[in-house]
């Protein structure tokens, strides 16, 4: 199959939030504010694709609300592509902020990238390389999103290592010749149900099995919910790239892989914006949580101790001359959310 190209792949998102109005309310708002060019619906809870140029706005009972926000109200995008996916992203957010629509721990957001155009074998490749680097990407997770939810599971069971699983999933390829035999979507299906329908839960961290089976997708959970542009589009930019990286035969990853923070973007070739993105992120949580693997999934078997959080506000990071760039950026862009640590906040 053809490489990925990440300005042609389409993708779609889901976001938790708690409403200070109904739903039905909500949808009316926002069709206000956002006009003509976009469509917005308030429905009862549904899997149903999105596939026309509509926002719907349904229930879900995993939602915390509180006496201020009563009500639930995930946001379903349709079907978006490259640079005008996110304009219209932004837009939204835009119009539900000023509304004050707000998330919180019981809130996360779901990434859906089109996925046919991975075989059996490239699916097992990405599932690889989220096992070995699922540590790293849990450290640019807030507390409530690492290690494991009851809507965020690991990828590996209590008693698996990265490497263990590696083996288990790099077993699977041998069970079948993949790219023969998947001429069409039956037998594709059919060597997915043999790689995954045992191994990852539908509510795992990557959802390739029942999202594939059930939209053409890979479902991407890991990440917390949030209102913030900059937060979703580094995270729709960053797992893009792993489904590009999926895709290119040429590039690998061995059982002896030492995954790092470094690594992991020079792997997926990501832009030094969202890398930078990250790096801020990433020093922003370390001192809230008072080191970088706090609560976060062991690449041996179970999760890192819980470290004791810092002292509210501390920012020793910021104040380092040995961090100019990062000053500079935080600057330029000024993220509203990342300098508070008030712990009923999802950050």
């Not at 990440?223 to 900059?230: C, I, Q, V």
Request: aromatic share 10%; with cysteine; glycine share 4%.
């Amino acid at each position: 199959m053809s490489e990925l190209k990440l300005s042609e792949n389409t993708f779609g998102i889901e976001i938790e939030t708690a409403s200070p109005v109904s739903r039905d309310q909500l949808a009316r708002l926002m069709q206000e504010k956002l006009g003509d060019t976009f469509r917005i619906t308030s429905e009862r809870y549904n899997h149903q694709d999105t596939t026309e140029n509509k926002w719907k706005l349904v229930s879900d009972a995993t939602i915390r609300t509180t006496s201020s926000h009563p009500h639930q109200a995930e946001i379903v995008s349709p079907i978006l592509k490259g640079q005008d996916g996110l304009d219209k992203l932004e837009k939204v957010l835009e119009a539900i902020n000023e509304i004050g629509v707000t998330v919180n721990k019981s809130c996360g957001i779901h990434v859906h990238h089109d996925a046919r155009m991975l075989n059996t074998e490239q699916m097992i490749k990405l599932s690889q390389f989220y096992t070995y680097y699922e540590t790293i990407l849990d450290s640019l997770q807030p507390m409530s999103r690492r290690a494991s939810n009851s809507y965020n599971y690991p990828m590996k069971n209590s008693n698996d290592t990265a490497p263990s699983l590696f083996d288990v999933m790099e077993s699977k390829k041998s069970l079948h010749s993949w790219i023969a035999r998947e001429r069409n979507a039956s037998t594709k299906r059919e060597n997915m149900r043999t790689a995954f329908s045992s191994q990852f839960a539908r509510n795992c961290k990557l959802n390739i099995y029942s999202a594939y089976g059930a939209h053409n997708t890979i479902e991407f959970r890991h990440h917390s919910s949030s209102t913030e542009f900059l937060k979703l589009k580094n995270w729709i930019i960053l797992t893009q790239d792993m489904m590009v990286f999926a895709s290119n035969n040429r590039k690998k990853l061995s059982k002896t892989h030492k995954p790092s923070f470094e690594k992991m973007f020079k792997i997926l070739d990501t832009s030094k914006e969202v890398k930078k993105f990250y790096q801020f992120r990433r020093l922003v949580l370390r001192d809230k949580y008072f080191s970088f693997t706090s609560g976060c999934t062991n690449f041996g078997t179970g999760i890192h101790k819980v470290s004791r959080p810092r002292s509210a506000g501390s920012r020793c990071f910021l104040a380092s001359s040995r961090n100019g760039s990062l000053a500079r950026y935080i600057a330029e862009h000024n993220p509203e959310c990342e300098g508070e640590f008030n712990d009923n906040l999802n950050l």
